[in-house]
């Protein structure tokens, strides 16, 4: 399928300019993809199965606008009301009788003899009266809204023809939180709250700062900033001076994208009040969620659909101030509550609003409206939960296996860490199959003897071709045989038919590869079958003892050194290139085709460190997180789909 693209794109400062950019890359792995954001451009619809138009409240979009009446397609709405939009088109060009039959056409002989009061510079235009929806709406063949508000305005304003509400995807950007606080002065115990974007009145920005009173006055070390182009209806600066809030609150005005993100992770609470609202969503409320800041919204329109357990609602109108208040003193008191509502903030706009999600809606309901039939939105990607219950392998069974000193030292060491692993191994069957990469036959047995799965086979680095066929006894007596495959993760295809198994265990290798892990993982994928597993472990170098390390001039990575060669010169093992994060490890699973369903750290081996305790009060000290700090990444998935990356940005340059 081909798709025109319209919508203003970066480096315009618009929030939908970055909506559209985030959105098309994903949207590509559907259909082909040709934007259009400026009017010179040419267009020949007779080229393209489906114009797509991003529409919003600006004159950005008056390309967009124009185009979507002359060549019908899906409209995406951001807001229901087109009012200053229309106003650009006709008032800002001169074109006074023009704006006189738009605000007839959509509202009738009252809305008519009130522009004609406009014209005559009596009163300013009734943006809010008079939404200006009618003319699009009636040459739409399709509608897109993020909200079910949205779409509720505009079957009140007329259009009936077929449409899908497709949530507004959410960014999860990398923020340093700690060097934008260290900009701002703050103290690590002075919790800091926020207001961002356009400091328009309807954002309750008056109500903001009078609730923000009362907490200073119970808790004077809180901070505010309001990040944003001031309004010239809203005198901040004389508002702030008349509440005494010149010391706590700091404007710091218009900021670029980099340092606007910035800011808002270095925030622990976000304002994100709108009164009155035509069902924008904001940008800023999903990058705030998407960063784990406790956020409230007000409980109108579009945020009152969000899910109650990721944000607070603040009820506008009577009461609001006190519900406000209330909310921020309770937030700022107990930041342990303050984090889990942004660690569920984020958990869910990861599940949810994740953009790979959004363009598979968007794709299928642009296919449906090509095709002219009723769209149905596709599941999203779920897990299958396993029916059998997991599997915990004594790790006396598994110190069987080593049958040489140097095979005990190492299970040994990593006995917690072997055991766990199999503990995350969902249990198979007769018929089913497992592939053990990087196999040293130490786990692999388990697989069968104790994990059920029929067929086991590992895999080694070698010469692609070669099969070595191995036969290893325990020190019990136990025979296990397997044949294990040679070839290059990072380089060859693996010598197996698409589908071949139920899970592959890929344990502490990816953090060998020197080159091309995304390669191993597309690999993975093929040879998955669907609803297939993945099980990789791997070391953390985000671990509380790395931390400790680099802190004290050391090398934060597990396992940093060169490998001395042997007497002949040959190197038989591979030395770690590159440590992850779990943050990291979870974006390359999703990056891969896989929907997360276990994610876990912990130690190689099990034993007290008291000489961490400095640092988890460290964490503990500058609010940040001190969960998945263990020495070893666990992480399970479920193959849901293709790979959608396969050269993310965050991991190939």
């Known amino acids: 399928m081909k798709v025109a693209f319209f919508s203003p794109l970066p480096p315009a400062e618009s929030g939908i300019a970055d909506y559209s950019a985030a959105l098309i890359e994903p949207l590509r792995s559907h259909c082909e993809v040709e934007t259009f954001s400026r009017a010179e451009q040419p267009f020949d619809p007779a080229a393209f199965d489906m114009p797509l138009y991003q529409i919003g409240n600006n004159p950005d979009h008056i390309h967009a606008y124009e185009t979507a009446l002359a060549h019908p397609g899906v409209v995406v709405l951001h807001e229901a009301n087109l009012h200053h939009l229309i106003a650009s088109l006709t008032i800002k060009r001169g074109d006074w009788d023009a704006y006189l039959r738009e605000c007839e056409y959509n509202g009738g002989a009252a809305a008519l003899e009130f522009a004609r009061e406009v014209r005559a510079l009596k009163v300013g235009p009734d943006y809010d009266g008079v939404p200006m929806l009618r003319r699009l709406l009636e040459s739409a063949r399709g509608l897109i809204a993020h909200s079910d508000f949205v779409l509720e305005l505009a079957r009140k304003a007329g259009y009936s023809g077929p449409c899908a509400k497709i949530p507004h995807g959410a960014w999860i950007p990398q923020v340093d939180t700690m060097g934008y606080r260290t900009r701002l002065g703050l103290d690590p115990a002075s919790p800091l709250i926020g207001v961002f974007g356009h400091l328009k009145p309807y954002k309750r920005i008056a109500e903001s700062l009078r609730a923000f009173r009362r907490v200073v006055k119970h808790q004077p070390e809180v901070r505010m900033i309001l990040v944003g182009e001031p309004h010239p209806d809203l005198p901040l600066d004389t508002l702030i001076a008349s509440l005494g809030l010149q010391t706590t609150v700091r404007v710091l005005g218009r900021a670029g994208i980099a340092d606007f993100v910035g800011y808002l992770g270095a925030c622990d609470i976000v304002l994100n009040l709108r009164y009155p609202t035509v069902g924008e969503t904001s940008g800023t409320l999903l990058r705030a969620l998407g960063l784990g800041k406790a956020v409230l919204v007000s409980n109108v329109g579009a945020f009152a659909e969000f899910p109650d357990d990721v944000c607070v609602k603040i009820p506008v109108g009577a009461g609001e101030e006190d519900v406000l208040a209330d909310s921020l003193m309770l937030l700022t008191g107990r930041r342990d509550l303050s984090s889990a509502l942004g660690d569920r903030a984020r958990q869910w706009v990861e599940r949810e609003c994740n953009w790979y999600r959004v363009a598979d809606l968007y794709a299928s309901f642009l296919e449906a409206v090509a095709a002219g039939r009723q769209w149905t939105p596709p599941a999203a990607p779920i897990a299958v939960a396993s029916e059998q219950p997991p599997v915990e392998v004594e790790p006396d069974y598994i110190r069987t296996w080593g049958i040489d000193e140097n095979e005990q030292q190492y299970i040994d060491t990593h006995i917690t860490r072997l055991a766990k692993t199999l503990e995350m191994v969902p249990p198979g069957r007769e018929e089913e199959s497992a592939l053990e990469m990087g196999a040293y036959l130490q786990i692999t047995p388990a697989l069968k003897t104790k994990l059920g799965y029929g067929t086991v086979r590992g895999c080694y680095y070698g010469q692609a071709g070669h099969t070595d066929h191995k036969l290893k006894v325990s020190t019990e007596g136990e025979e296990f045989r397997a044949d294990v495959d040679l070839f290059d993760a990072e380089k060859d295809r693996f010598p197996y038919s698409d589908g071949s198994f139920n899970t592959v265990l890929c344990c502490e290798l990816i953090e060998h590869l020197p080159s091309d892990p995304m390669h191993m993982m597309s690999e993975i994928n093929r040879i998955l079958k669907p609803n297939g597993h993945l099980v990789l472990t791997t070391p953390n170098i985000g671990s509380i003892r790395a931390i400790s390390a680099i802190l004290q001039g050391y090398h934060p990575g597990f396992f940093p050194a060169y490998l001395r060669p042997s007497p002949d010169g040959e190197v ?82």
Request: hydrophobic share 30%; charged share 30%; proline share 7%.
């Open 572 to 653: 038989n093992d591979a030395r770690h290139n590159r440590e992850y994060t779990p943050k990291e490890v979870y974006r390359l699973l999703l990056d891969s085709g896989f929907t997360v369903t276990k994610l876990e750290t912990g130690p190689f081996l099990d034993e007290p460190h008291p000489e961490y305790i400095w640092i988890e009060d460290l964490l503990r000290r500058y609010n940040l997180p001190a969960d998945l700090r263990g020495d070893g990444i666990y992480i399970v998935g479920q193959k849901t789909g293709a790979v959608r990356d396969r050269y993310p940005a965050w991991l190939y340059s």
